[in-house]
């Protein structure tokens, strides 16, 4: 079946300006991660969700950063007065729920912030 | 907080030999470490998982070994192809219910024919 799909593949914006970027997970899954990596570096967690539970926000790194999810459905990654620094993949991550934890990836979101 | 520590950064070896990597974790309750691999342009890509109440499981060229007494699990690659030319990831869970999983900073790994 279809795997988790993201987009854009690409984005380049100016600093200061805003995006967003989408995540449609794998239907049926109920939870969903984000993800940041930096050019040649590990995966550093953002946020989870699931279902309807708070999402855990813990790894955000500022408040410029925040996202939403609709239902067990698409979610949106947002990031507001885009900084130079947030340059990475944005990568995002379904699961069949808390009993399945194994992770399946889509294909990121490459940003550049000129 | 939790910490997964990953070695070695980059690997290269020769076509036809083994490859090791290897990570340490510091929760002692995280019970599932699974392995990913990510080419280049791509998300990464589940390999191979272990959860803890075994010390080691197989799939063809691949296995992963635990020792959770010394919190350190490894990944085993033989008979090396070109084509397992990635970067590699290991994680460990963590968090509530252990959904979420703390990733290592993955190793290079160069396989020249």
């Known amino acids: 079946g279809a795997g988790v799909s993201q987009s854009p593949s690409n984005k380049v914006t100016e600093k200061g300006k805003d995006v967003e970027l989408r995540c449609d997970p794998i239907?049926?899954?109920?939870?969903l991660y984000w993800y940041r990596q930096r050019l040649g570096q590990g995966l550093e967690f953002l946020i989870y969700?699931?279902?309807?539970?708070?999402?855990?926000k813990s790894g955000l790194p500022s408040d410029r950063f925040s996202a939403e999810r609709t239902g067990e459905s698409v979610s949106t990654l947002t990031i507001q007065r885009t900084q130079q620094e947030d340059s990475a993949v944005y990568l995002c991550?379904?699961?069949?729920?808390?009993?399945?934890?194994?992770?399946?990836f889509g294909p990121g979101t490459r940003l550049l912030v000129l | 907080g939790e910490n997964v520590e990953q070695h070695p950064s980059t690997l290269s070896v020769q076509e036809g030999d083994s490859a090791v990597i290897k990570c340490t974790y510091s929760?002692?309750?995280?019970?599932?470490f699974p392995w990913y691999k990510q080419e280049l342009g791509k998300g990464p890509q589940l390999i191979i998982d272990?959860?803890?109440?075994?010390g080691e499981k197989k799939d063809q060229r691949i296995a992963v070994t635990l020792n959770k007494t010394a919190k350190h699990f490894s990944l085993h690659i033989t008979e090396t192809q070109p084509e397992d030319s990635a970067v590699y990831f290991c994680?460990?869970?963590?968090?509530?219910?252990?959904?979420?999983?703390?990733f290592g900073k993955g190793t290079t790994l160069s396989v020249s024919s």
């Open positions: 991550a379904s699961t069949p729920g808390t009993l399945g934890k194994t992770q399946y």
């Open positions: 239907s049926g899954h109920t939870a």
């Open positions: 969700f699931q279902g309807n539970s708070a999402p855990d």
């Open positions: 929760d002692s309750a995280s019970n599932y």
């Open positions: 272990i959860r803890s109440n075994v």
């Open positions: 994680a460990a869970s963590h968090g509530q219910a252990g959904t979420a999983l703390i």
